[in-house]
Nanobody, 124 residues
Framework: QVQLVESGGGLVQAGGSLRLSCAAS????????MGWFRQAPGKEREFVATVNWSGDITHYADSVKGRFTISRDNAKNTVYLQMSSLKPEDTAVYYC?????????????????WGQGTQVTVSS
């Protein structure tokens, strides 16, 4: 059974930074692509970033490209999302997810298991 636990969310002023972590309890974590998604109030869940099993292939939503960085530490079974130059429109609940079959994907339906989410609030 896969469990994903996000942490690191909080309240930050516009222009600030946060680093989200997602700890995975899953065998052979290093075999799987991981993704970050977010959902703002009244909006659908949207793709943020994804990383392949080894960490050398990443993809980002245009809205976060150049500001966010996804990375992973397979020895710690953890994936990270470093967020910089935060904007009020980045306010959302952020979720990590694991893709058990296939490589990086921006499609939420391709992911098998999800964490409970962590709230990020950016004040103007």
């Amino acid at each position: 059974q896969v469990q994903l636990v996000e942490s690191g969310g909080g309240l930050v002023q516009a222009g600030g930074s946060l680093r989200l972590s997602c700890a995975a309890s899953i065998r052979t974590f290093s075999n799987y692509a991981m993704g970050w998604f977010r959902q703002a109030p009244g909006k659908e869940r949207e793709f943020v970033a994804t990383v392949n099993w080894s960490g050398d292939i990443t993809h980002y939503a245009d809205s976060v490209k150049g500001r966010f960085t996804i990375s992973r530490d397979n020895a710690k079974n953890t994936v990270y999302l470093q967020m910089s130059s935060l904007k009020p429109e980045d306010t959302a609940v952020y979720y990590c997810a694991v893709r058990l079959y296939g490589s990086t994907s921006a499609t939420s339906k391709d992911y098998s298991s999800w964490g409970q989410g962590t709230q990020v609030t950016v004040s103007s």
